[in-house]
Nanobody, 115 residues
Framework: VQLQAFGGGLVQPGQIMRLSCVAS????????MSWYRQASENQRELVAS???????NYTDSVKGRFTISRDNSRKTTYLQMNSLRPEDTGVYYC??????????WGQGTQVTVSS
């Protein structure tokens, strides 16, 4: 299984950005998709996750600003990020966890929020 993330870049505070993650290879369904981020030397943290049928959860700092969604037919997961803040800066990784507990990681994409 390979995960490829798209999007990322430099934006100003208050702006929006959308990340996409496309899965390929022998993807076993159902599976949960998640976005993590890692800022500098900090530990990688869970930002948002979505189950096979669409149940979602978010870390408190992004609730009301970020939306995770998925298109199972396209094997694609999205992270819509609104009202971005400097503290959202980091490398964002997509993660797939199948029903056997096996996890896969994408390569990461840099998001920088700065004026």
């Amino acid at each position: 299984v390979q995960l490829q993330a798209f999007g990322g870049g430099l934006v100003q505070p208050g702006q929006i950005m959308r990340l996409s993650c496309v899965a390929s290879g022998r993807v076993i369904s159902p599976h949960r998709m998640s976005w993590y981020r890692q800022a500098s030397e900090n530990q990688r943290e869970l930002v948002a996750s979505i189950g096979w049928q669409g149940s979602t959860n978010y870390t408190d700092s992004v609730k009301g600003r970020f939306t995770i969604s998925r298109d199972n037919s396209r094997k694609t997961t999205y992270l819509q990020m609104n009202s971005l803040r400097p503290e959202d800066t980091g490398v964002y990784y997509c993660n797939l966890k199948n029903r056997f507990g096996t996890e896969y990681w994408g390569q990461g994409t840099q998001v920088t929020v700065s004026s």
